[in-house]
C-alpha cells in the first residue's frame, strides 16, 4: 500500500512556464515533507522541504505548498528552465521520532522544452 | 570534502554469486540506509541503521544482508537468494543534528547487473 502517490509519471513543460509537481500521502502522522531532484545514473539531492505546521516554503524559483486537510503536497518551479528536467520524487517521514527512514513515491520525470 | 562514496559504479553477478556494495560517508551521520530504484517504481527501502551495530529491515529486505560495524560504513550484500537483482543501488546518510527535520544525503549510485 502505497503511503506517498505522485500519480503523474510524466509532465512536459515550456521553458519560461510554470512547472507544477504533486504529491498525496495516506498517512496523517507524517509530519514533514521533502522533494528531491535526481538525474539519471546520479543520487538524488534535496531541492526543498516543508513541515506540517507551515502551508508554504519558498527558495528561488522552488515553492512547496502543503495542504494538510487534503493531504497533498505539490512543488512550483518558476520559471522553469531546461536543466530542471529530471525525476522529481516526493517524500514524507516523522519528525519527532530519531532518524526514521523517508518514505517516497514513485517520482514525476519533469522534461523542460527550450 | 564531505560526502557519501559508494563503489564501484557498476558491477556485475553471475548467477548464485553473492557481491558486496560498498557505502562509506565523512559526513559523521548517524543513519545511512540502502534503497533500490526500479523503472516505474521510485525508491524503496531494503535496510536502515540509526546506529552503529544496530539495523533494520526495509520494506524489500529479503535477499539482502548488511552490517554496520564502524560508523562511517554501510556494505550491502545482494545474495543468491535475491532472485531479481538488477537494479540502481543507493546509499543514503543521515543527522538529526543538522537541524529541524531530516535531510538525506545520497551517494551516486551503483548499478548491478545479472550476467
Known amino acids: 500500500d502505497q503511503q506517498v502517490k505522485q500519480n503523474s509519471p510524466s509532465l512536459s513543460v515550456q521553458e519560461g512556464r510554470i512547472s507544477i509537481l504533486n504529491c498525496d500521502y495516506t498517512?496523517?502522522?507524517?509530519?514533514?515533507f521533502l522533494w528531491y531532484k535526481k538525474y539519471p545514473a546520479e543520487g538524488p539531492t534535496f531541492l526543498i522541504s516543508i513541515s506540517s505546521i507551515k502551508d508554504k516554503n519558498e527558495d528561488g524559483r522552488f515553492t512547496v505548498f502543503l495542504n494538510k486537510s487534503a493531504k497533498h503536497l505539490s512543488l512550483h518551479i518558476v520559471p522553469s528552465q531546461p536543466g530542471d528536467s529530471a525525476v522529481y520524487f516526493c517524500a514524507a517521514t516523522y519528525l519527532n521520532s530519531g532518524n526514521t527512514p523517508l518514505v517516497f513515491g514513485k517520482g514525476t520525470r519533469l522534461s523542460v522544452i527550450a | 570534502d564531505g560526502g557519501i562514496t559508494q563503489s564501484p559504479k557498476y558491477l556485475f553477478r553471475k548467477e548464485g554469486q553473492n557481491v558486496t556494495l560498498s557505502c562509506e560517508q565523512n559526513?559523521?551521520?548517524?543513519?545511512m540506509y540502502w534503497y533500490r530504484q526500479d523503472p516505474g517504481q521510485g525508491l524503496r527501502l531494503i535496510y536502515y541503521?540509526?546506529?552503529?551495530?544496530?539495523?533494520q529491515k526495509g520494506d524489500i529486505a529479503e535477499g539482502y544482508s548488511v552490517s554496520r560495524e564502524k560508523k562511517e560504513s554501510f556494505p550491502l550484500t545482494v545474495t543468491s537468494a535475491q532472485k531479481n537483482p538488477t537494479a540502481f543501488y543507493l546509499c543514503a546518510s543521515s543527522s538529526r543534528d543538522r537541524g529541524p527535520g531530516e535531510t538525506q544525503y545520497f551517494g551516486p549510485g551503483t548499478r548491478l547487473l545479472v550476467l
Open positions: 541503521s540509526q546506529i552503529v551495530n544496530d539495523f
Open positions: 498517512n496523517s502522522m507524517f509530519d514533514y
Open positions: 559526513l559523521n551521520h548517524d543513519a
